[in-house]
Each structure stands twice: as structure tokens, then as C-alpha cells.
T-cell receptor, first 112, second 116 residues
């Protein structure tokens, strides 16, 4: 079963707007990662944030991590139609650092 | 550098048959993991191989097995297929064993298996 839940399950925005996705998880983690998946294809790694970090930026992406609340958020600024995809958070648990445990995903639609 | 490749990309099998899926990791990557993705259960970890040894396995029945070769290429096998095995099977490679350090995994495009 998945460790994480993501919110919202689906998000539809206009091109140029910002998109925010939230992820909650259950156990202590080593790090948390965000991946993008286009139309049921492979996953593309976006960004990794370690448990001792609170915020990280990469281009138009901003990730925050609150380990006390066991939650993370992904912000995509100035969204583009090409950002349309499913976004998954994935945690590397402290006690099993060999695998990713994925959240349920957020389907993002960016309307041109 | 070439990415992770998986073959075949699509497969249709009938119940009771067996299937073998193949994965070639990024050159130099020694760790290969497999994940199953279904609409109902989402993305779930199947197993992980490092240096030809299965190091870890997820909560899947014994019908799911795999192996890794000396060149790090990996295969997974599903015997006695069931309808519920219909899924996208994703292979991922990483530089080192364990995701606590380097962290990220590089995923292939997946094999879409349909069991009828």
C-alpha cells in the first residue's frame, strides 16, 4: 500500500498560473522526492529534498518539507501546457532506504 | 548517456501464461529496481537487485521473480498470470545501492502488460 497521500487528486489551471500540490506521508524518512509522469509512461525525477532541509528550488519548482507534520508541497510557478502530467511524491523511509514509497499522485492539467 | 530501456513496451498475455520483461539500466548503474503501477494500488515496489543479488523484495507473491546479470541488465518474470497482473511495470536504476545517499532513481518507459 502507498505510504503517502497527495492532495488534490486532480488540478486544472490556466497557463501562467501557479500549481501547488501537497503530499503527506506516514513514517520517518531519509529524503522525499518528486517525480513527473506523462500519460502512463516512465517517471522523471524532478527534485529531491533531504530530511534536514526545509525548502529547495530548481528552476520553476519549489519544494518544501515539514517533517514535524510529515508533509511536503510542490509549487510549479508560471505553469505551461507542457507541465500537464501526473506528479508523484516518493519517500525513502529511514528503515528501508532501498525503495521509494509513492504517493497517490496529482493529475495536473494546464490549459493553454 | 543512454537512459534506462525496457523491452517489450507492450505485451498481451492470457491467464495462466508466464511473461518475462527485460530492463537495461544506465551504463555504470549497478542497482536495478522494479515497480508495478496499477490504477487501484498505484506505484508499488517489487524488488531490487544489486550486483546480481536480490537485496530486497516487496509484498508480492512468489509468482513474481527476477534476476540480474553480470552486466547489470535485469529481467523480471511473472508466472501463472492473473487478470490482476495487468499493469505498467517500471524498471529504475541508480548509481549505488540504497537511496539515502545519491537518492534519485532513473526510470525506464515501462512495459504495459495486459492479461486477458
Amino acid at each position: 500500500s502507498q505510504q503517502g497521500e497527495e492532495d488534490p487528486q486532480a488540478l486544472s489551471i490556466q497557463e501562467g498560473e501557479n500549481a501547488t500540490m501537497n503530499c503527506s506521508y506516514k513514517t520517518s524518512i531519509n529524503n522525499l522526492q518528486w517525480y513527473r509522469q506523462n500519460s502512463g509512461r516512465g517517471l522523471v525525477h524532478l527534485i529531491l529534498i533531504r530530511s534536514n532541509e526545509r525548502e529547495k528550488h530548481s528552476g520553476r519548482l519549489r519544494v518544501t518539507l515539514d517533517t514535524s507534520k510529515k508533509s511536503s508541497s510542490l509549487l510549479i510557478t508560471a505553469s505551461r501546457a507542457a507541465d500537464t502530467a501526473s506528479y508523484f511524491c516518493a519517500t525513502v523511509p529511514m528503515d528501508s532506504s532501498y525503495k521509494l514509497i509513492f504517493g497517490s499522485g496529482t493529475r495536473l492539467l494546464v490549459r493553454p | 548517456k543512454a537512459g534506462v530501456t525496457q523491452t517489450p513496451r507492450y505485451l498481451i498475455k492470457t491467464r495462466g501464461q508466464q511473461v518475462t520483461l527485460s530492463c537495461s539500466p544506465i551504463s555504470g548503474h549497478r542497482s536495478v529496481s522494479w515497480y508495478q503501477q496499477t490504477p487501484g494500488q498505484g506505484l508499488q515496489f517489487l524488488f531490487e537487485y544489486f550486483s546480481e543479488t536480490q537485496r530486497n523484495k516487496g509484498n508480492f507473491p512468489g509468482r513474481f521473480s527476477g534476476r540480474q546479470f553480470s552486466n547489470s541488465r535485469s529481467e523480471m518474470n511473472v508466472s501463472t498470470l492473473e487478470l490482476g497482473d495487468s499493469a505498467l511495470y517500471l524498471c529504475a536504476s541508480s548509481l549505488a545501492q540504497g537511496l539515502a545517499g545519491v537518492g534519485e532513481q532513473y526510470f525506464g518507459p515501462g512495459t504495459r502488460l495486459t492479461v486477458t
